[in-house]
C-alpha cells in the first residue's frame, strides 16, 4: 500500500487552491497511490479570520471536487480539512471518500478556535 502526504503552498484563491490539489493528487494516482492526504485547510489561508468567508456547508464546491478527485483517479483520499459552516457555528473537517468517490467518513476537530 501506497500513501501520498501531500504538501501545497495556499493561496487566497480558493478555485486556484482546489486546481492545484487535484494536480498533486493526479500525480499522486500516477505514482501508484492508494491513499491520498491533503493538508489542513488547503482550500484557503490558514486564518481563523478567513475560515467564515471560504467556509461552505456540508456537499458544498469543495467537497464535490475532492469526491470527483478520488473518483477519477481510483484512489482514496482524505481531504485534509476545510471550513465546513453548519449554522452560526464553523468547523474544521475532514472528509475521506473511497475509490468510487463516495464520502466514507467524516471528522470535526474535537477543539474548535474562537
Do not use: W
Not at 88 to 99: F, G, I, L, M, W
Amino acid at each position: 500500500m501506497k500513501v501520498a502526504l501531500l504538501q501545497m503552498k495556499v493561496t487566497a484563491n480558493k478555485e486556484e487552491n482546489i486546481r492545484h490539489a487535484g494536480e498533486l493528487l493526479a500525480k499522486a494516482a500516477q505514482a501508484d497511490c492508494d491513499i491520498a492526504v491533503l493538508p489542513e485547510m488547503f482550500s484557503c489561508p490558514y486564518s481563523t479570520k478567513y475560515f467564515r468567508e471560504y467556509g461552505e456547508e456540508q456537499n458544498g464546491p469543495v467537497q464535490e471536487a475532492l469526491s470527483c478527485f478520488a473518483k477519477q483517479n481510483g484512489i482514496y483520499l482524505i481531504g485534509g480539512s476545510i471550513p465546513e459552516l453548519e449554522g452560526d457555528k464553523v468547523y474544521n473537517t475532514s472528509y475521506v471518500y473511497d475509490r468510487e468517490g463516495r464520502q466514507i467518513a467524516k471528522h470535526r476537530k474535537a477543539h474548535l478556535f474562537d
